[in-house]
Nanobody, 121 residues
Framework: QVQLVESGGGLVQAGGSLRLSCAAS????????MGWYRQAPGKERELVAR???????NYADSVKGRFNISRNNAENTVYLQMNSLKPEDTAVYYC???????????????WGQGTQVTVSS
């Protein structure tokens, strides 16, 4: 069974930094895209950043220049370094990954359980 386990959320003052981590565990062949999404109260879940297997990245306009996504393929882990945090960054942050369970098999999408990030003004 594949699991994505997040860590690193918490409470921080505006202007501060946090680093989120997400590790994939279980039985699978490879990981393609890994990403972070967030959902604030009363809002839809939105993409924050994603990183493809080749290393290219996408960011939401709202976080460009402040957040950085990276991955360690050897450890099946994705990171989100969040700097210059703003109160509007407050949300539950979810890790997401597209995995191949077997070589040449189908790609499956997985979600982590979410980690709360709260930015106080």
């Amino acid at each position: 069974q594949v699991q994505l386990v997040e860590s690193g959320g918490g409470l921080v003052q505006a202007g501060g930094s946090l680093r989120l981590s997400c590790a994939a565990s279980g039985s699978f062949f490879s990981i393609n895209t890994m990403g972070w999404y967030r959902q604030a109260p009363g809002k839809e879940r939105e993409l924050v950043a994603r990183i493809f297997s080749g290393g290219s990245t996408n960011y939401a306009d709202s976080v460009k220049g402040r957040f950085n996504i990276s991955r360690n393929n050897a450890e099946n882990t994705v990171y989100l370094q969040m700097n210059s945090l703003k109160p509007e960054d407050t949300a539950v942050y979810y890790c997401n990954a597209d995995l191949l369970r077997t070589a040449g098999g189908y790609e499956y999408n997985y979600w982590g359980q979410g980690t709360q990030v709260t930015v106080s003004s």
